[in-house]
C-alpha cells in the first residue's frame, strides 16, 4: 500500500550494485530491479478539492535463474537482509518449480544490457506550485459549469516521478526515469433521467510523459467551457439512430478500439493461453502471424516505444531487452505480437520488448507499450465529404468484447450525423458493435500525420493479482464502411 506523506517524501539512497553483489551467488543468474514512485494526486469536484495526495512506494524484485526456471520475490525491506531474503526466497522458488518448468530460460531471456532513459521534460516536480496546482483544478472545474444542468464537473491530474534502476548478475545495468502526468476533464450534464458525459481529450488533456509545463492552464479553461457547453448539446441531442452506415472514429475512441481489438488479441501469453482474466484468450493463433489479413492495406499497427513523450515510452522492458519500433500489422497483414523474449522463445515467434511489471512487488508479463495505428493520408474533410450517410463519433464511454477478442460493442459519449458529405446534428448515446477481423477490413480511410493524436491510459489490466499498467495509444480519425451503430445505453 502506498505511504501517505505530508511532506516532500525524503529520497532513499538504494545502491542497487552494493545489493546485487551480496546477492549473486543465490542462483544460476540473479536480476534486480529497483522502483521508486512518487505520485502527487489532485481531484476537484465541483469546486470543491476531494483528493490532495503525495504517495510514496519503493521496494526492490528478485529474480532467480536455477536449472532453466526462473523466480521472483519482492521485498520492501531495502535492508541487507531483507534483499538477502528475497533472494533466497526466489532462489528456493526457482529450484522448487524447475523440475516441473514449462521451458528450459536461460540468460538469453536475459541479455547483458547497459543504458539510460529520461522522459522529456522542461521542469521537474520540484518546480510545481502545489497549492496555486489546486488553485488552478478550482478554475477548471468552475469553467466546466457552464449552467446548473452541469451536476458534476471534474477536474483531476496527476504527477508520477518512477525510477526504475536493473542490474543482473550477467552485467546488465539499466537507469530509466520517467515523469508522467494524467489530466481528465470531465463534465456531467442531467435533466430528469437524461444524464450525459463529455470528457476533456486532447494534446492539452491527455495522459503524457511530461514535467509540470504539460498543464496550459489558459487553454485548459477554454476547453473546459466547450466541454460543458458539448455535454448541455447533447441533453438536447437525438439518439444515435440504429442503422448500419460508414463511421468516422476520432483518435479518442480509436484509442479504445486499438487497445481491446489489436493489442489485447496480440499479446503472445493470451495466445499461449497463460492469460485468461479480463476477457483474456485470444482468437489468434500462432501460425497467424505471417499470413493473417487483419485489416485492408490502410492498417498499419506499430509498436513504438520510441515516441517522444507517449505515456509508455521507454529504452528497455524489465527484462533488459532493448525496446524499438515495431510494425505488428504491416498493409494490413498480422506479422508480429506482444511478447517479450520468454513468450518469443516459447512460441518461436518473433514479438517485441513489452515484458513490463506494473510495479516493484509484480513480476513481468507481456503488456502493451505504446500501440500505434500509423498514419494515412485522408484529409478528415475529405472523408466527411465522402459519405453520403454516416456517423462520426468522439471520446469512449462504454465497452465490451468477448473472451476471444472478436465481437465488441462500443459506446462513446458524443456524435455527429453526417449527410450527403456535412457534419450535421449532435446525437446522443452513440454506439457500434463489429467483430474484429472483419471490421478492421473494412477501414477504409486513415488520416493524415497533422490529425494524428497521442493519448495514454494508466489503468491496463491484467493478470492474477491484478497488474494495472500504463499505455499509450495514437492514431489519426479513421473511416469505417457500413458498421452497425445504435442507440440506447451501451
Ligand atoms: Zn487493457
Known amino acids: 500500500m502506498p505511504i501517505q506523506l505530508a511532506l516532500q ?19 544460476d543468474w540473479i536480476g534486480l530491479r529497483f522502483v521508486r514512485e512518487v505520485s502527487h494526486r489532485r481531484t476537484v469536484r465541483n469546486g470543491h478539492p476531494e483528493q490532495s495526495s503525495l504517495s510514496l512506494e519503493q ?116 537507469d530509466q526515469q520517467f515523469l508522467m502526468v494524467g489530466q481528465h476533464f470531465a463534465a456531467i450534464a442531467r435533466d430528469g433521467s437524461n444524464v450525459q ?8 488533456a491527455r495522459c503524457w510523459q511530461a514535467g509540470p509545463e504539460a498543464f496550459d492552464w489558459e487553454h485548459l479553461y477554454v476547453e473546459c467551457e466547450r466541454v460543458g457547453r458539448e455535454a448541455l448539446e447533447l441533453l438536447e441531442a437525438d439518439n444515435c439512430p440504429d442503422e448500419t452506415l460508414d463511421l468516422i472514429l476520432a483518435p479518442d475512441q480509436m484509442l479504445l478500439q ?63 531487452n532493448p525496446a524499438s519500433r515495431e510494425h505488428l500489422i504491416k498493409d494490413g ?18 514479438g517485441v520488448a513489452n515484458f513490463r511489471s506494473a510495479g516493484w512487488n509484480r513480476a513481468p508479463i507481456d503488456r502493451m507499450g505504446n500501440i500505434n495505428l500509423e498514419p494515412g493520408t485522408t484529409p478528415l474533410n475529405d472523408m466527411v465529404a465522402s459519405i453520403r450517410r454516416g456517423i462520426y463519433m468522439e471520446a469512449n464511454r462504454s465497452w465490451s468484447i468477448d473472451d476471444y477478442r472478436n465481437k465488441f460493442q462500443f459506446g462513446c459519449e458524443y456524435a455527429r450525423l453526417i449527410e450527403d458529405g456535412r457534419l450535421t446534428r449532435v446525437l446522443k448515446n452513440p454506439n457500434y458493435r463489429g ?18 493524436q497521442a493519448f495514454g491510459t494508466p489503468y491496463c489490466g491484467k493478470g492474477e493479482p491484478n497488474q494495472v499498467i500504463r499505455v499509450g495509444h495514437a492514431s489519426p480519425p479513421c473511416l469505417f464502411t457500413a458498421v452497425e451503430v445504435f442507440g440506447g445505453g451501451a
Do not use: C
Open 333 to 350: 497483414l498480422l506479422l508480429r505480437g506482444l511478447g517479450g523474449l520468454e513468450s518469443q522463445a516459447r512460441l518461436g515467434l518473433p
Open 59 to 174: 521496494g526492490a524484485m528478485v529474480e532467480a535463474l536455477i536449472d532453466g526456471q526462473i523466480a521472483y520475490a519482492s521485498t520492501s525491506d531495502l535492508s541487507d537482509s531483507g534483499i538477502i531474503e528475497a533472494a533466497r526466497k526466489a532462489a528456493a522458488l526457482a529450484r522448487a518449480s524447475a523440475k516441473f518448468k514449462v521451458f528450459p530460460f536461460s540468460e538469453a531471456q536475459r541479455p547483458r544490457r547497459t543504458g539510460r532513459y529520461v522522459s522529456p521534460r522542461r521542469f521537474e516536480l520540484d518546480f510545481l506550485d502545489l497549492a496555486g496546482f489546486t488553485d488552478r483544478l478550482i478554475e477548471a472545474s468552475r469553467r466546466l459549469r457552464v449552467s446548473d444542468k452541469i451536476v458534476t464537473a471534474m477536474a483531476q491530474a496527476s504527477l508520477v516521478d518512477t525510477q526504475v534502476r536493473y542490474v543482473s548478475s550477467n552485467g546488465s545495468d539499466i
Open 435 to 452: 467483430v474484429t477481423v472483419p471490421f478492421w477490413n473494412s477501414l477504409k480511410a486513415v488520416g493524415r500525420p497533422e490529425d494524428f
Open 258 to 320: 486499438i487497445h481491446e481489438s489489436v493489442g489485447h488479441p496480440l499479446e503472445l501469453d493470451r495466445i499461449l493461453g497463460d492469460e485468461r482474466n479480463y476477457a483474456g484468450w485470444s482468437f489468434v493463433k500462432p501460425e497467424d502471424f505471417g499470413s493473417l489479413r487483419y485489416g485492408t492495406e490502410l492498417m498499419n499497427v506499430t509498436f513504438n516505444p520510441t515516441l517522444k513523450g507517449e505515456f509508455a515510452s521507454y529504452a528497455f522492458d524489465d527484462g533488459g
Open 9 to 27: 517524501p525524503d529520497p532513499l539512497e538504494f545502491d542497487s550494485d552494493a545489493a546485487l553483489s551480496r546477492i549473486r551467488g543465490e542462483a
Open 197 to 204: 458525459q463529455r470528457s476533456l481529450n486532447g494534446p492539452t
